[in-house]
């Protein structure tokens, strides 16, 4: 766990550029000691090849309980889930059937309400036409009548006519004999 080097070398080589024994001694035993006390730091928080595989050891044996754990719960939660499923999918179809019911109910009325009031339009078509044709009856029967007033009264003007201008010739000849 210590870090070995040549230390004397290390002496010699501060010396040959120009400390002193002493102070090259004095540096060399403190880089020593911060080495030293740099080493413990790091090996304290190192482990030995054995405690690492009891380590190991441990955490394979918490993984394989963990597995048995795991398994052991995705059957109980597969098959409650598949059940769950199962379930769903019922009430899915269920809903389904009832939509599909309620869709069929809501054409069936549309449909009815379609063809009644088909029906009504047919009958407001029906009563407008008898309407329309009983209004242009009797308007043919106005216009019937009046032709028949004017003729009369056609009739009644050119002998009133035709009176006035008898008298008017009859007064003009009794007065052209009187004078002649």
Do not use: P
């Amino acid at each position: 766990r210590k870090l070995f080097f040549d230390t004397h070398a290390l002496v010699c080589l501060l010396e040959e550029n120009g400390f002193t024994t002493q102070q090259s001694e004095v540096i060399v035993s403190a880089l020593v000691k911060i080495m030293n006390t740099n080493l413990d730091v790091i090996y304290k928080d190192m482990v030995t090849k054995v405690q690492q595989e009891i380590a190991l050891q441990q955490v394979m044996s918490h993984i394989g309980g963990v597995k048995k754990d795991m398994i052991i719960l995705e059957k109980s939660e597969f098959s409650a889930l598949r059940s769950e499923n199962e379930k769903i999918k019922l009430e899915l179809q269920q809903i389904k059937k009832q939509v599909m019911d309620e869709i069929t109910k809501v054409r069936a009325d549309n449909k009815l309400n379609l063809n009644l009031e088909k029906s009504r339009v047919k009958e407001l078509h029906a009563q407008q036409d008898r309407a329309l044709t009983q209004t242009d009856r009797k308007i043919d029967t106005e216009v019937a009548d009046l032709k028949t007033m004017l003729e009369s009264h056609k009739l009644d003007n050119i002998k009133y006519l035709a009176g006035s201008v008898f008298t008017c010739l009859t007064v003009a000849l009794g007065f052209y004999r009187l004078w002649i």
